[in-house]
């Protein structure tokens, strides 16, 4: 991967309740839970988040920097998604949209998943306010030859949510363990102990957000690190 991507790590920004925390944590492992608050990030001190985004901009002015490239995102996003899936691990995906004419879990589950032999969890909902056409979470297990599907059919922002897990084999199971526990912090602790790394598309596509409880400098390493910046 050349250096199009920059990665942020805003650890300390979260842990200190900075704004990040809005954009941050309230979406991961969030299933629809959209009047999450927390209020203490202390069980995370030990774990690390980052964001990586495209170094270029458009629309840049004098000390106004514009927007990130989102084709330069979409470019790089297979390639990203790869990096993190090690030799003896397996990348699983929650995929979830406003209206079926995007996302169609029964579809994509009896047209896509099943056909490849891929592992599957569909959980029912644990929102409150549950829509009409719910039928509950899809988290699937996302091969390699997969991943170019996504950026082809699943790239509709703002109507699509994109989360990502990269487990060892043989523990995608213990998801569902804490899938059904209180929201909260200690919950996104724990499973951030089962899971190797999380992911989560910004909510525009144009980066992605990535936690874990341990450090990825092999990973990072194929982008332009900074310290705890902002955007």
Not at 26 to 54: M, W
Not at 204 to 231: K, M, Q, T
């Amino acid at each position: 991967m050349d250096k199009s991507l920059v990665c942020d790590e805003i650890t300390q920004s979260v842990l200190n309740m900075s704004w990040y925390v809005s954009q941050t944590l309230a979406g991961v492992f969030q299933f629809q839970r959209y009047e999450r608050k927390f209020s203490n990030t202390e069980p995370l001190r030990d774990c690390h988040i980052y964001q990586i985004r495209p170094v270029e901009r458009f629309g840049s002015l004098p000390g106004q920097p514009g927007m990130p490239d989102p084709a330069i995102f979409l470019e790089h996003f297979p390639e990203l998604l790869n990096s993190f899936i090690e030799r003896d691990s397996s990348l699983y995906l929650h995929i979830k949209s406003i209206d079926p004419e995007f996302f169609d879990e029964l579809s994509v589950l009896t047209q896509t998943i099943r056909p490849l032999g891929a592992e599957y969890m569909l959980l029912s909902p644990v929102a409150r306010n549950r829509a009409p056409h719910d039928f509950g979470n899809l988290i699937f297990e996302c091969p390699a030859g997969l991943i170019p599907e996504i950026t082809r059919n699943w790239f509709y922002s703002p109507f699509i949510e994109i989360e990502g897990y990269v487990m060892g084999k043989g523990e995608f199971g213990r998801l569902a363990d804490s899938y059904f526990l209180p929201d909260s912090v200690e919950t996104i602790r724990r499973i951030l102990s089962v899971m190797r790394v999380g992911l989560r598309l910004w909510p525009d596509f144009n980066g992605i957000y990535v936690f874990s409880d341990r450090s990825w400098e092999r990973v990072l390493a194929c982008v332009e690190p900074r310290h705890d910046a902002g955007l």
